[in-house]
């Protein structure tokens, strides 16, 4: 065994060249273990990263070995494992990189001390389990969530608990999609079933913005540093066969990037307008997108949890769990094919749960995420369906703003309507009516648990009505 230390400080200066510091280190030939340690001064926040001798320069495809966020202090990879959110197997000998993120520097130099040790003893390549592919015969509507969590990151729970979480609630599909890895990949595919198909994904986790990318296989480099690089991802993302999402683009003091700060390139897939329980800003998300719309972008619309599961069976409140919010898609199937074409802009709307609401809204026969092309100036035929909405408010918003509402009498309503269509696209939401008390108890239960953000006052939330559902945009091309 071999231990080299790898010390000095940082300052802020230091982020001028980026947010992420490279310490490079040798790796012998027949090393078969590699265990890295370190430590920083009080007052700062240092995350922790693995790169192998193939790490290129940004976007790189090849050379991930695990990263952990500050989630732990010490990781290891060998050739017959690995610490969750890290790569085992084979160990070529080279240049390797432990990378530090700079994720909060305070004012004073941060001291940091990190020991790699390198052992050669012998230990045989591990097999890994076996993919499945599954697909769940339809068409029908399929409900998931998108976004969630386990301990191959920042999570305490493990994959078990999560996906027996997703299972309880009757979600048909799951996302995971862990922070700035893979390592959950494998394992996620591997449970796959018919019962609960797997999406597997990463949140590319930026300090300035968080991403959801789904549908590549293996890593996706989270090293964004300038300019243009969120263009440049997601073009790289798109070559490698996958959609990129901005997730939760909203204020959130007392969370490190977790507000939107890059550039929202055009060429967006999704956009994550519902993120974890609605009194959590989702507001501002929703207008951002409307934005977005206006500007004549079509990214799906789409919720998730961001579940970190504590584990199960679950003992926070259901505003909290996997399934809350939900994202349905009509498909002919389900598949991750088939989740990855409902996520490129199918026919999907997200509600507060598994039960619903459920939402449907067509426009001259259209549906939801595809384009009408009418005469200009001709009234449109609008007919939505929503069921389990009774006493709640069904209202529509175009690129104007509200340009209708009308109360839900029952458990299953059509509503049909003439629109003087006046901008390029339509879209439905179903609100709470009179729920006041609901909410208290709702921010209140949050608030004991310490997870209601910063700033964030009851009045503020009740301040604003609560989305039950949302619907996808109908696109309108006036034709002249
Ligand atoms: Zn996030
Ligand atoms: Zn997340």
Redesign the pocket.
Known sequence: MTTVVLEGAVTRDALDNGPYLALPFEVPAGTTRIDVTYRFDDGHILDLGLFDARIASFPSREGFRGWSGSARRQVFVARDGATPGYLGGAIDAGTWQVVLGLAKLGPTPCHYHVEITTDSAPRAQGAEPRPRSVTVPGPRWFRGDLHSHSYYSDARGSLDDLLAAARARHLDFLAVTDHNTVGHHVPARAASSSDLVILPGE?V?TYRG?ANVWGVTGWVDFRITRPGDVERLVEHVHRRGGLFAV??PRHSPNCIG?DWEHPIPDTIDVFEAWNGPWAYRNWEALERYDALLRRGLRPTLVGGS?RHQPGWPDTDPESLWVGSPTTWFHLDALSEATLLQGLAGGRAFVSEGPQGPRLDLEVEGAGMGSAVHVPAGRALQVTSDVEGGAGSTLRYVGAHGVVREVPIPGERFTDRFAWPADGPFLRAEVLAVGDEAAVTEQYEALRALGKVPHGLSLDEVLGRPRRRALSNPVYIRAET
């Open positions: 949140e986790t968080h997730n939760h977790c961001d």
